[in-house]
């Protein structure tokens, strides 16, 4: 299992904080969520939430941190 964030607004994940990618892979993998969250708080990143990536997507678990991510997904669209 991988502890990412992603942006829950354009699905991209956050691979540094100037860059965000479509993939994964690529993305930057924190040890646990609590980091993820403080990352995200103190960096001040917007529509985020941390992902809980497993190594097939339908076992995928989103935590929305930001009020954006809480929204359900046909409001956002």
Same mark, same amino acid.
């Given at each position: 299992m991988k502890i990412l964030v992603q942006n829950c607004l354009n699905h991209l994940f956050l691979k540094s904080l100037s860059e965000w990618t479509s &993939? +994964?892979? &690529? +993305?930057? #993998?924190? $040890? @646990?969520? &609590?980091? /993820?969250? +403080?990352? #995200?708080t103190e960096h001040q990143i917007p529509a985020v939430q941390v992902v809980l990536k497993f190594e097939y997507d339908r076992y995928d678990i989103k935590v929305p941190i930001t009020a954006e991510c809480e929204e $359900? @997904? /046909?409001?956002r669209n």
């Open positions: &993939e +994964a892979i &690529e +993305a930057k #993998c924190f $040890p @646990t969520s &609590e980091n /993820a969250l +403080a990352f #995200c $359900p @997904t /046909a409001r």
